[in-house]
């Protein structure tokens, strides 16, 4: 099983950019596709990005693609969300998620093992 802890939130304007950090442990973290979900208040939990186990796929939803990217560092355990260009409706609490699915998944239930999030605002 994979432990998370995310880290690297805060309170930017808008336009900068935060890189967050989940810091895995377990001896399965190098064989698990990982995800970022985030969720504002009032909202669903919604995918933002994935990240197969070896770091040659991705995918991303459509309102962050060419601002964020994921990548992931095995050796280090951890996989990271680089944001760039930060919108106010980028606001919310950030998880990172990992699942035992190989395939690309977006639907939050599809993760079994989940962060306990950083709060990231984007001030206008």
């Known amino acids: 099983q994979v432990q998370l802890v995310e880290s690297g939130g805060g309170l930017v304007q808008a336009g900068a950019s935060l890189r967050l950090s989940c810091a895995a442990s377990?001896?399965?973290?190098?064989?698990?596709?990982m995800g970022w979900f985030r969720q504002a208040p009032g909202k669903e939990r919604e995918f933002v990005a994935t990240?197969?186990?070896?770091?040659?796929?991705?995918f991303y939803t459509d309102s962050v693609k060419g601002r964020f990217t994921i990548s992931r560092d095995n050796d280090q355990s951890t996989v990271y969300l680089q944001m760039n260009s930060l919108k106010p409706d980028d606001t919310a609490v950030y998880y990172c998620?990992?699942?035992?699915?190989?395939?690309?998944?977006?639907?939050?239930?599809?993760?079994?093992?989940w962060g306990q999030g950083t709060q990231v605002t984007v001030s206008s």
């Open positions: 990240i197969s186990w070896s770091g040659d796929s991705t």
């Open positions: 377990g001896r399965t973290f190098s064989t698990s596709r």
């Open positions: 998620a990992a699942t035992h699915f190989f395939f690309r998944k977006i639907d939050p239930r599809e993760y079994d093992t």
